[in-house]
């Protein structure tokens, strides 16, 4: 099987985590990059969160430290969702490994020069760095493959504002500019080309329950085991506190399968764009489906999914991998 090349840009986070191990666990991705972006927690807790998963993973990939800050608004963080390290209750092993001389952007920058036109990205967090990266390489979307982004909510309510969705809403400046670039770079050719974006409305129907976690952990023999449990207790406990019952939504974990496999969701090509004045409304994503703006579309925004197909597929292969894992420690 050839692997397709992966880089990811996640503010690990709980299910940050989950999509980093489903990917791990894939043996149809390579995963050649890792960009550390501050939103769940401040950048410096993601970085470590990530050198630590791939320390328990016993994976080499290298992983680059992002801007402390949004583009131009102040950091805002969610303890409250992922807790105080962003891993939950989960303690990740401490690790000696390094983060890159470069920066997240550069990385991105590297990345996509390094397999032109074959980079398949990934952003589960916010836009941050992918928005710096644009700057420096204005050809960037051009260079990847395909580009996939948890972000957003489309006709549907947001989680951290009434209309706004957590990753666009820490940085909707980086989330505006990101969509401009695209529209820009393509320029209307090329639909296939643009970003698949994942919003609330498609993320919440993937419902983790403490039993799929159990398909999904087994006998539990090898400490990431341990760790994927202690995160998704914690987060299990802010889904049931926000009232929506003991489960939780793997936003970011969808968008590594779709990655991988754009057959899990279906997609409507539309103009999207972000609210930045609105003082109600600032983060909203506003997809222009019938067109009244007159632009070229500049993403293909997931409209289906089959959670059942999904599940299928992210049991397997994370259970495989804890498995695998476990035997390779005895
Ligand atoms: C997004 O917000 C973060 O808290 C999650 O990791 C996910 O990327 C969902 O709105
Ligand atoms: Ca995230």
């Known amino acids: 099987m050839t692997a397709l090349p992966v880089f990811v840009d996640v503010d690990t986070g709980v299910d940050d985590a989950m999509a980093l191990v489903y ?7 390579d995963v050649v990059g890792i960009a550390s972006t501050a939103g769940n927690v401040p950048v410096q807790q993601v970085c470590h969160n990530n050198l630590a998963l791939l320390e328990l993973c016993g994976v080499d990939v290298p992983v680059s430290k992002g801007s402390e800050n949004p583009v131009t608004a102040p950091l805002r963080t969610a303890e409250d969702t992922h807790g105080p390290e962003g891993m939950g209750y989960a303690r990740l092993p401490a690790t ?3 983060l890159t001389d470069y920066d997240a952007a550069e990385a991105w920058v590297r990345a996509a020069h390094a397999y032109p036109g074959e980079l398949t990205g ?14 420096r390489e204005p050809a960037l979307p051009r260079l990847l493959r395909r580009l996939v982004i948890m972000g957003g909510a489309f006709d549907y309510r947001g989680n951290t504002t009434p209309v706004a969705e957590w990753n666009v809403s820490v940085d909707p ?7 401009h670039g695209w529209s820009t770079a393509w320029n209307g050719e090329s639909p296939e080309h643009l970003p698949i974006v994942l919003g609330l409305n498609l993320t919440e129907h993937i419902v983790m329950t403490p039993e799929l976690l ?3 952990t087994g006998d539990g023999a090898h400490p990431l085991v341990a760790v994927l449990e202690d995160a998704m207790r914690f987060y299990f406990e802010f889904h049931f506190a926000c009232g929506e019952g003991y489960l939780a939504h793997l936003h970011d974990p969808l968008a ?16 999207v764009d972000v609210e930045l004045t609105g003082t109600l409304t600032r983060g909203m994503t506003i997809a222009d489906w019938s067109n009244r ?3 070229d579309p500049n993403a293909l925004i997931g409209v289906d999914v089959d959670p059942a197909a999904f599940f299928e597929r992210f049991l397997t292969r994370v259970g495989a ?5 476990s035997r390779e420690q005895t």
Do not use: H, I
């Not at 990934?122 to 700057?135: D, F, K, S, W």
């Open 23 to 29: 990917l791990f666990a894939s043996e149809d991705a």
């Open 96 to 98: 000696d490994r390094a």
């Open 122 to 135: 990934v952003a589960t967090g916010p836009l941050t760095n992918l928005a710096l990266a644009l700057r």
């Open 173 to 179: 400046e980086a989330a505006a500019e990101v969509f």
């Open 214 to 216: 159990g398909r999904l």
């Open 256 to 271: 590594a399968a779709v990655a991988l496999d754009p057959d899990l969701v279906r997609c409507r090509p539309t103009t």
């Open 293 to 295: 703006w007159g632009r």
């Open 321 to 325: 991998f804890t498995k695998f894992l």
